[in-house]
């Protein structure tokens, strides 16, 4: 079982930047793929971006691709999300995920606000 702490959400105003981290716990952080999704209210909850477990693959929805950079530190057992540009429409609460033996772990999540 791994427990996952988002942090970093806030009030951000559109073309500005914000960065979201997230800690996992345990000793195996580095085993695994790390993403970051989003749910905006009334919507479903959608993927953002993922990265391999050593950090030299990443994967983006279109969405944000050019905008977001999702990146990690496996000696701080943590993963990021560089926010850049930031639109209205990215205005949503942020959760991190990881996926371990057929199962999903979320966090808390991370509430990000864009104002125009």
């Known amino acids: 079982q791994v427990q996952l702490v988002e942090s970093g959400g806030g009030l951000v105003q559109a073309g500005g930047s914000l960065r979201l981290s997230c800690a996992a716990s345990?000793?195996?952080?580095?085993?695994?793929?790390m993403g970051w999704f989003r749910q905006a209210p009334g919507k479903e909850r959608e993927f953002v971006a993922a990265?391999?477990?050593?950090?030299?693959?990443?994967y983006y929805a279109d969405s944000v691709k050019g905008r977001f950079t999702i990146s990690r530190d496996n000696t701080k057992n943590t993963v990021y999300l560089q926010m850049n540009n930031v639109k209205a429409g990215d205005t949503a609460v942020y959760y991190c995920?990881?996926?371990?033996?057929?199962?999903?772990?979320w966090g808390q999540g991370t509430q990000v606000t864009v104002s125009s």
């Open positions: 995920n990881s996926a371990r033996g057929g199962k999903d772990y």
């Open positions: 345990g000793r195996t952080f580095s085993n695994y793929a």
């Open positions: 990265i391999n477990r050593g950090g030299g693959n990443q």
